[in-house]
């Protein structure tokens, strides 16, 4: 009964809630198609204009790189943050567990308009925003792979390495290498995504020339960025699946 | 020497990903950078808390209206995206869908979609139908949908499939679907459309930053104009409704997988 209850309460909260969201909603008028841009729009699907790769620039292979390098240095902070925060090892894990989500509320292109305000416009803003929004998942994930061990190991660890912090880095990386590379190639997908956007906020990468061409109704060159981007994403979904099935 | 070899490897990768970023090609790039980030971070850090703190408080009652549409977005989106979610992640399923043309076709859609940040479709939107609100629901809503469909397929193709297939003998395909599928699935499918909801709420605070409604443009029009104390008045706000939100998200999670 009371379970029957709680959902019903619920129900109830939802729809009050999608009322009120409606009556907002109701406000702003639909507004029309804007024909130009459409027809400009579909001409550009059709007619994508791969001319901006023959001018020297090298959009797509920065963004790449930001990707690589910014799944990197999270994994460099991650694993020790992720060591302090597990309780089979730390016993003071409680104020570590804090940072993941803390870093997890932050929207990944605020990270990014916080980071270029602090070290300026520039390629190398879009990888230390990279590091930080991967962190936070990493930490996460990398957390429930280590309490996943079993004691014995870390007791081991204590007596080989005399419970150093480095020795039980090493032992636990050792442990679980499969598992923390399928984690990376998971999170290099995703960062990839987000190397993509954040030049949007002027951190590098091709989001700037993307958001440009776009704003500009210059839809040839914003497909030929996007379909190149689109092929590369699917052989990277490929090979990441390939991979990580060989791993475990 | 084959002890150092991996290392070699390490640094050499990140010598040449730290030479496209920064097209700075000596060979101890790295370590510019982090002498870079050891003398100007800090003080980065400094003056960028000096900037936004102390907030503008008096500012709060522009904030309001802005939050609510972001916030109605977030969710308006996800409930408009669930029946299209559910009937795509049937047909991309291997185990419900047996007819290869439509499978191969709904995944091909799906991973076309998550090629396509949902920034860009923003935009793209922004572009075609004009700054607003609709823009930003409209892509929220195709970002939900597909997402949503890859992680329930992901649920079915692992759930228990002995009840599905024994109503298969007694009924046809779509009461079958409906009273056996449905009943195993269901709590994960609600978990993940959550978890759906949570990454649209994040997308929806800065979204606007495109142009396409919510509390980004208000956001970008501060910044622009360098009031930098409203700024902080705005995140403020947002950070508070959006750690409440998800704090009672993650009891209702646990709500759910304890049913």
Not at chain 2, 70 to 99: C, D, E, G, H, W
Request: charged share 15%; proline share 2%; aromatic share 14%.
């Amino acid at each position: 009964m009371s379970n029957k209850l709680r959902m019903l309460l619920i129900v109830i909260a939802l729809t009050i809630i999608f009322l009120l969201g409606i009556g907002i909603i109701s406000t702003e008028q639909i507004p029309p198609l804007n024909s130009v841009a459409f027809d400009k729009l579909m001409y550009g699907l059709k007619n994508p204009d791969f001319s901006i790769y023959l001018e020297g620039n090298r959009y797509i292979i920065e963004t790449i790189a930001i990707a690589l390098l910014g799944t990197i240095f999270s994994m460099i902070i991650a694993l020790p943050i992720a060591l302090k925060s597990s309780y089979k090892i730390n016993k003071n894990y409680k104020r570590w567990n804090y940072i993941s989500p803390l870093i997890r509320i932050f929207p990944d292109l605020l990270i990014g308009i916080f980071i270029v305000s602090i070290v300026g416009p520039g390629s190398w803003a879009g990888v230390l925003t990279i590091a930080i929004v991967s962190c936070g998942t990493s930490i996460k994930f990398f957390k429930e792979i280590i309490n996943k061990n079993d004691n014995q190991s870390f007791t081991y660890a204590k007596q080989i390495t005399k419970s150093s912090f480095l020795g039980n880095y090493l032992v636990v990386i050792g442990l679980n290498i499969n598992e923390i590379l399928a984690n990376a190639l998971t999170r290099l997908e995703s960062n990839l995504r987000i190397a993509v956007i954040i030049g949007f906020v002027g951190a590098g990468g091709v989001g700037n020339v993307l958001l440009h061409s776009i704003q500009t109704y210059d839809f040839e060159t914003a497909f030929a960025l996007i379909y190149v981007l689109m092929i590369l994403f699917i052989i990277l979904d490929y090979v990441a699946a390939h991979i990580r099935k060989k791993l475990r | 020497m084959k002890k150092y070899k991996f290392f070699l490897l390490f640094y050499l990768t990140i010598y040449f990903l730290t030479g496209i970023v920064t097209s700075n090609w000596s060979f101890f790039n790295i370590f510019g950078l982090l002498l870079n980030i050891y003398a100007n971070f800090f003080y980065g850090v400094q003056f960028f808390l000096k900037m936004f703190t102390p907030p503008n408080l008096a500012y709060l009652g522009e904030v309001w209206k802005p939050l609510l549409e972001s916030l109605t977005m977030a969710y308006i989106s996800v409930f408009i995206a669930i029946p299209f979610a559910v009937v795509i992640s049937l047909l991309a399923s291997q185990r419900v869908n047996k007819n290869k043309v439509t499978l191969n076709l709904t995944r091909l859609l799906i991973s076309v979609d998550r090629s396509l940040p949902t920034y860009v479709k923003a935009s793209i939107f922004v572009a075609i139908i004009g700054v607003g609100i609709w823009s930003g629901i409209l892509a929220l809503t195709l970002y939900a949908i597909f997402f949503a469909a890859r992680q329930i397929t992901n649920i079915i193709d692992s759930a228990d499939m002995t009840a599905y297939n024994y109503g298969l003998k007694i009924t046809n395909k779509f009461s079958a679907t409906i009273l056996f599928l449905y009943d195993q699935v269901l709590f994960q499918a609600l978990s993940t459309i959550i978890y759906t909801f949570e990454i649209n709420l994040k997308s929806s605070v800065i979204i606007g930053i495109v142009g396409a409604g919510g509390i980004g443009s208000l956001i970008q029009f501060n910044i622009d104009w360098r009031q930098f104390a409203n700024v902080g008045a705005i995140l403020l706000v947002v950070f508070a409704i959006i750690a409440l939100i998800e704090f009672f998200l993650s009891k209702l999670r646990e709500v759910i997988a304890y049913e």
